[in-house]
DNA sequence: ACCTGAACACCGTTCAAGT
DNA sequence: ACCTGAACACCGTTCAAGT
């Protein structure tokens, strides 16, 4: 066998990443780590990702954030009875109400993110103006003008939407993460959070169900304002 | 004069580190670039920092998420005019309603995070039990419970009001980053958003504003609801 | 206690070379 | 076109040593 066409892509050189940040942390995901698990010359992957690891960076967060790609799977995973080698026909069109749609959108999105939290802070620097990106504001703003919301206001509460669902997945990984062993706990400057912890451990907390009903509260406070600002 | 004691202090090294930060950007935070700024080997850092870069970074959240510090020098660029050489007062207890306290929480902390925003994938591993996290949260349950919420549904609200505030800042952070030259233009695809962005060019957003009306929907939808989930 | 200086085990990336 | 291998300029961190 030779040793060159090792048979790299980008979307396998990018799954093996999102493996090792998955596996192993962010702060691990090394090219040479990378060309190691991949079988190849760490070298190899400039090949494919000329601009270095930023590129490389930029691919692992488009890709966590294809919603087309998510669906398919999830769709796949659904219709595996259906075993005939057509292509995944063109999506049909959503015709659900608007709320629906976004709530969807909403859980799709953070599934997404949550899966690969040892990526969130790559999302973080994610460009507004990718075509995923792009794709998921046009189903907020058809959905928002559905909903009656007109001119700037869609903008606003598209902006809204994607950052509270950001935000709530970080603030989940925070919540959830291991805790300093120094860490102060709450004690009488703080009465309120003791009085409502001891009802409510935080390891006891359903972030499935906190989630949605931010999301409702979201939805609900953008809906309702007048069309304008 | 001797070369040790260089009057090196956790305080002068964080606010140094975060000048490099603001300027350079965090990729160019390195412990050399840091040791020179402060005109001492990179090595000193460690003695102030033994658990070395992490601690380092965990110091720079807890002082940018400062809301103590932050009021406090607001307060001495206002009170200028009266230079006595006492200490700053204990602070008074904010009388306002509750919407107005939260409202100018939401402004300070999404102040001090844009003022630093080479620092915002740091602010993502932020601990929720550091004690200037407890404090904010305190302050959001105390009002929340002002608002008339109860139980489960006081947390969740804080959360959600956390998770906006960041998110915001993120989402803001990205619009205003400089755009890819190779990005794709919104075209037929998208029509709301080409619609939409013909009134409003996205380089015109006014984000205070959006950032308001996107605060004002999440406090009103989140008050609105019954008081339990 | 506080800082120095050399050293170690890594990094990302460039570049010429191989097939 | 696709990959290798050596090399360069860095990193974070350890450790013994200085004062």
Redesign the interface.
Known sequence: MSRNNAGLSTERIVTEALHIIDGLGLGKLTMRRLGDALQVEAMAIYHHFPLGKEQLFDAIVEFITDADRIRAEAAAADADAEPDGTEPDEPAPDNRPWDQRLRSWAADYRTALLRHSGA??LI????????PA??A??LH??AF?EAGLR???????A??L???????V??Q???T?I??PD????DG?????VA?RA??SPDA?DHD??FG??L???????T??PGH?
């Open positions: 969130l802070t973080i620097n994610r460009r507004p103006d990718t075509e792009l794709r504001l046009e703003c058809a003008e001119g700037a206001a869609v903008l606003d509460a902006a809204a994607d950052s509270y669902v950001t935000g709530a970080i603030h990984v925070r919540a993460s805790a300093t860490a102060p706990r709450p400057r703080f009465p309120h959070v409502l009802a409510q907390v169900a906190r009903a931010g409702d509260a979201l939805l609900a406070g953008v309702a304002a600002r």
